[in-house]
C-alpha cells in the first residue's frame, strides 16, 4: 500500500507543479509562441522543464537590483528634467529634418529627450576604428567611460587595455563595465587585477552565483559596447573589443564584420548616463551624472549644424516594448527602400508580417546576414523563414566575406537605427542594448555605402535554388524554428 500511496501523492504534487507553473506561464503575459513553446516544454520535460523554466523563464533582476534601479529614479527624473531643458532651448535644431513622424513620435515617448547637434562619423573598417579609438583614448584628460559585452585583451585589443591603463596612470578617471559572461576571461584573470591596482574601476555585469540563480534570470546578458571620453566623445556600434583576426578562429566563419560611430555632442553625455547607471545597478554606488549639471556646450557650438538622434536604452529595467514597437513602426512606415543588417535573424510574427508587408506593398526589402554564424541553431532557425520572405518578395542577402555582425535598419535613406540590437528576440526582449535612432540623410548616405559594399560581398539567395534544398536541411530549419521563441 505504501508505494501506492507515495505514488498517488507524487502525481499530485506534479500535476499541482505543472498547473502552477502553467498559470505562472499564462499570466507573465508574453508573446503567443513564446509562452506556448514553454507550456510545452514543461509538459515535455517534466523535471527539465520546471528547472529551465526558473532559471530562464521569466526577465527577473533580482531584489538587489530592483531596489537599486528604485533608489536611481528621484536623481534620474531631476537629470531627465534639466537634459530636456538644456536640449530645448534651440527650438530649431530640436526637428529633426526627416519624412519618418511615427518613428520620432514614438521614440519621443522613451526615456529620453531628443539631443540635436550631434556630430557622427561612421567607421566601419577594424583597423581605422582601433586607430581612432587609440586616439581618443590618448588625449582623454577627465574622464574614460567603457562598457562591452566582451573584451578580449589579444593583439589589438590589447593595445586598447594598455592605452585605458596610460589613461588611468595620468589622472584619467576610467571607469569599466563588462559582462561577465561574456567578458569572463578577462574579469577572472590578470587584466581585471592590473587594472584595479593602476586605479581604473572594474565592474562585472549581470553577475549570478549559484545561489542567485535561483532568484535571479542567469542568462540576461549586457549586449551594450559603449566608450566615451571626457563626457563629449562617444562610440557605439556593434564592435567588441577583440581583434578580428584572432577571435573565435576555431568557429570557421572568417573574421567578424563591424561598424562603429563616432559621437562628438550631447549624445556622448547620455551614453556615459547609461554605462554608469549600468555600474549602479550592479554596485549600489552614486551615479556621478545625477549629482552634476550636464554642461551644454556654447552658443557657438550650439550653432554648428549637427544630426538630431534618440538614444534608445533597452532591457529587462525599462519598457521592453518601446524598442519592439520602433522597429515594427520603422518597417511599416518605409516608403521605398528598407536595408536591414543582422547577424542573428531570428523575427517573431510581428516583425515577419511587418516585413513581408513591406516588401508586397513595393518597398524594396532586402535583408544582410551573414552566409555562416557561429551559431547553429541561429543559423537553422533564421533559414527557416527564408521561404515565406522570398515569396513575398524580401531579398535576402548571404554575406561571405566573414561573420558579418553590423546591426542597423535604414528607412529611405534618412533615418538609420543603428547600435548593439540584432534582430532577434534575445537582443529585442531580454538583453540590455543600445540603439542610436538617426535622423539625418548624411548618416544615411554613410550607412548606405557600407551596406552597399556588403552587398558586393554577399550571394542574394533564389527562390527557384532555396525551395529545392534537401527535406532533411527543411526539416532540421523548421525544428529549430519551434525553439526561435526561446533563442
Known sequence: MEPTWFSWLFGAAYFSAIVVFAVVVIMTRRPVGVSLAWLVLLVALPVAGFVLYILFGSPRLGARRLKRMHSLYPGYAQWYHHLSRIVSVNKAASQPVSRHNAIFSLAEKSSIPLLPGNHLKLFSEYGKI????????????????????????????????????????????????????????????????????????????????????????????????????????????????????????DAQVGQW????????????????????????????????????????????????????????????????????????TAIYESEEELLISTPYFVPDDALLTALKSAAMRGVDVQVLVPERNDSRMVHHASRSYYQELLQAGVRIQQFRGGLLHTKCVLVDRKTALFGTVNLDMRSVWLNYEVTMIIYDSVFGEAIFDVLHSYMNGAEEVNIKVWVKRPFRLKLLENTMQLLSPLL
Open 130 to 249: 582601433i586607430d581612432q579609438l587609440l586616439l581618443d583614448i590618448e588625449n582623454a584628460r577627465h574622464s574614460l567611460v567603457l562598457e562591452f559585452y566582451i573584451w578580449e585583451p589579444t593583439g589589438r585589443a590589447k593595445e586598447v587595455a594598455e592605452a585605458v591603463i596610460s589613461a588611468s596612470c595620468r589622472g584619467v578617471d576610467c571607469v569599466v563595465v563588462l559582462d561577465n559572461v561574456g567578458s569572463r576571461g578577462f574579469l577572472n584573470g590578470l587584466w581585471a587585477r592590473r587594472f584595479r591596482v593602476e586605479g581604473v574601476s572594474v565592474t562585472a555585469s549581470m553577475s549570478v552565483g549559484p545561489l542567485g540563480m535561483l532568484v535571479e534570470r542567469i542568462d540576461i546578458r549586457n549586449h551594450r559596447k559603449i566608450l566615451v571620453v571626457d563626457d563629449r566623445i562617444a562610440w557605439t556600434g556593434s564592435f567588441n573589443l577583440v581583434d578580428p583576426s584572432l577571435f573565435k578562429q
Open 257 to 328: 564584420i563591424d561598424a562603429m560611430v563616432r559621437i562628438e555632442g550631447v549624445a556622448a553625455h547620455v551614453l556615459g548616463a547609461i554605462v554608469q547607471w549600468d555600474k549602479a545597478l550592479e554596485t549600489g554606488a552614486e551615479h556621478p551624472s545625477f549629482n552634476r549639471e550636464y554642461e551644454y556646450p556654447s552658443q557657438k557650438d550650439q550653432a554648428r549644424k549637427g544630426a538630431c538622434l534618440h538614444v534608445l536604452p533597452s532591457g529587462p529595467d525599462v519598457d521592453r516594448e518601446m524598442l519592439h514597437q520602433i522597429l515594427l
